[in-house]
């Protein structure tokens, strides 16, 4: 029987690849008087799927985040099931 | 001869692109809808805008488009294929071009005219240039601060497929002229082959000189004399 599975996917840039965004958030927090030693900003991705177990679903969503969702020239991810 | 301006939604300068190959240059061209064949035509050319709304990643989702595998055909048949902008950006996320197109350094929209050195005259795209000449051209864009690793940019460099850099005026590729923080000031890569080719800078805004520039136009016409010949 299928079961309801909820994948969290966190897409973010690689370490030491520049983050244009975080980098001008972290002046942002600066001039508001924050002392932050660095910001890196990341997208979620909230899915919902069915699947037969939990290692079914998770190696789809896998699968998922290497033909599209992340772009490895750019990007790690971490997938979490519940 | 028959060229095809692949259409998304959301695509933009699709109309220009077909202004020049049609009215400038006298070739017929149509528009396609990216749901239709492209499979009988010498040439593509995939134009600026923003397709999907940039959604997930510019150029991610219609690079997965159906379409995109007919021109991974084409394009392996040797024939010529041009990704303007968001064009480049789709090139590089269907994996026909190397490297990625992230946001500009400075992370806003940039719109504005640039310097640009041809690298490689080899490319379907360049042989009516000099190597070397400086020439002009606008960028739109706001995702393309071009990366690659390092042993793809060895690649780019060793195989010449470096197609175009910005340059300031005196064809010096520094900092101040780099718009948005592309490696190396690349503004340009070609395939393996120099059949395909993505480039930020809009060279159909720059093809007549009432809009400031005609440099732009010598691009369609390597690109049209280069389906000539295959």
């Known amino acids: 029987m299928q079961m309801l599975y909820r994948a969290e996917i966190t897409i973010q840039l690689k370490d030491g690849m520049l983050d244009p965004e975080g980098d001008t958030i972290t002046r942002a927090l600066m001039h508001l008087g924050y002392t932050v030693t660095s910001v890196r900003t990341a997208k979620k991705l909230l899915i919902e799927l069915e699947a037969d177990c939990k290692e079914d679903a998770a190696e789809r969503v896998d699968e998922m985040c290497r033909r599209m969702l992340a772009n490895p020239v750019i990007h790690n991810y971490s997938i979490e099931i519940r | ?230």
């Open chain 2, 1 to 230: 001869m028959k060229f095809a301006v692949i259409r998304f939604g959301g695509s933009n300068c699709d109309m220009d692109v077909h202004h020049i190959l049609s009215d400038l240059l006298g070739v017929s061209t149509d528009l396609v809808w990216y749901k239709d064949s492209i499979k009988d035509y010498d040439g593509v050319v995939i134009p600026g805008g923003f397709s999907y709304g940039d959604y997930l990643r510019a150029g991610a989702i219609a690079a997965r488009t159906p379409i995109m595998n007919a021109v991974k055909r084409l394009a392996d048949e040797g024939k010529p294929v041009l990704g303007i902008c968001n064009g480049f950006q789709i090139l590089v996320e269907s994996g026909l071009l190397p490297g990625a197109l992230t946001t500009n350094v400075y992370p806003k929209f940039c719109c504005r005219w640039v310097n640009l050195r041809v690298e490689n005259t080899g490319t379907a795209f360049t042989s009516n240039f000099s190597e070397g000449e400086i020439v002009r051209m606008p960028i739109a864009h706001r995702e393309g601060n071009f990366f690659a690793d390092d042993a793809t940019l060895h690649i780019l460099n060793s195989h010449h497929r470096v197609a175009f850099r910005y340059v300031d005026s005196d064809g010096n590729a520094v900092a101040d002229a780099n718009p948005n923080g592309s490696v190396e000031n690349i503004a340009g890569v070609a395939s393996e082959r120099g059949n395909v080719i993505g480039m930020m800078p809009h060279p159909e805004r720059a093809s007549e000189p009432v809009l400031g520039s005609d440099d732009g136009l010598r691009i369609f016409e390597s690109m049209v004399e280069y389906a000539e010949r295959v």
